[in-house]
Nanobody, 122 residues
Framework: QVQLVESGGGLVQPGGSLRLSCAAS????????MGWYRQAPGKQRELVAG???????NYTDSVKGRFTISRDNAKKTVNLQMNSLKPEDTAVYYC????????????????WGQGTQVTVSS
């Protein structure tokens, strides 16, 4: 079994900062791409930021220059530093990862965390 567990969400005022963390655990052989998605009420889930196992990053346009994604391959963690937060960043944020388990050592499966709420409001 593989688990992704997020932490770090909460309520913050506009202009503030939050840091989200996600830890992968379980029967893991290798982790490929990791990322953060978000889903606001009434909207589709969207990719916020992604990072490859080599550290190549990509961001949705609305967060470029404000959010930074990073990972620690040894600790099997991915983080999202969110600065200059805006009310439109309010959403449930989900960690996502492509993982090969020890069981298969070949098959890549996609996993999701349970989500963490981020609310930006004064």
């Amino acid at each position: 079994q593989v688990q992704l567990v997020e932490s770090g969400g909460g309520l913050v005022q506009p202009g503030g900062s939050l840091r989200l963390s996600c830890a992968a655990s379980g029967n893991i052989f290798k982790i490929y791409d990791m990322g953060w998605y978000r889903q606001a009420p009434g909207k589709q889930r969207e990719l916020v930021a992604g990072i490859t196992s080599d550290g190549i990053t990509n961001y949705t346009d609305s967060v470029k220059g404000r959010f930074t994604i990073s990972r620690d391959n040894a600790k099997k963690t991915v983080n999202l530093q969110m600065n200059s937060l805006k009310p439109e960043d309010t959403a449930v944020y989900y960690c996502n990862a492509d993982i090969v388990t020890v069981t298969t050592k070949i098959q890549v499966q996609n996993y999701w965390g349970q989500g963490t709420q981020v609310t930006v409001s004064s």
